[in-house]
């Protein structure tokens, strides 16, 4: 098991993992946030052009998760954090946010759905901390460009709790 920045080569597997993890969500977000796939290749190049660097968790060759990481300004966000469904439970969504947290100099957020509960307790235990309501509108619309239903049906955790 190897942990390491993802190849421009490798834009394909990314999307990959990404649209097979996120079938999870299916039902679970509201149905006018849902489509298919869940993330376009053009999407996911706008993403990595707008700077999120995508972590790969390589197991017999293959990725088997990615994570992404963006820089904006005084904290640095976690996006997309998926894990092939052949390999989930297996530690390796655990290893690649640990990893991200021990080179991390700044305050960490990460966005999910509300109704994602699986991903907001996997979050919890690795020391993210829901922050209030109020807060989560704050931080979602100075760090993240989405759409106002996205925010409505959205929450926000941070690691340390207490920042930014």
């Not at 640990?98 to 509960?117: D, R």
């Amino acid at each position: 098991m190897t942990i390491r920045l993802c190849r421009d080569d490798e834009r394909d597997d990314i999307l990959s993992v990404i649209n097979a993890a996120a079938a999870a969500y299916r039902g679970v977000i509201p149905p006018d946030r849902w489509h298919e796939p869940y993330m376009p290749g053009d999407e996911l190049d706008r993403e990595r052009a707008a700077g999120v660097a995508f972590w790969g968790y390589e197991d017999c060759g293959r990725l088997a998760g990615v994570m992404g990481l963006q820089d904006v300004r005084e904290v640095n966000l976690i996006r997309h954090a998926y894990v092939a469904p052949a390999k989930q439970r297996a530690g390796v969504g655990g290893k690649l946010l640990a990893h991200l947290l021990a080179m991390n100099t700044k305050p960490m957020l990460v966005g999910t759905w509300a109704a994602a509960t699986w991903a907001i307790r996997f979050y919890q235990r690795h020391g993210f901390a829901l922050v209030s309501p109020q807060r989560k509108t704050a931080l979602l619309k100075s760090y993240w460009t989405i759409p106002e239903r996205q925010i409505e049906t959205s929450v926000v955790l941070a690691n340390p709790p207490d920042r930014p």
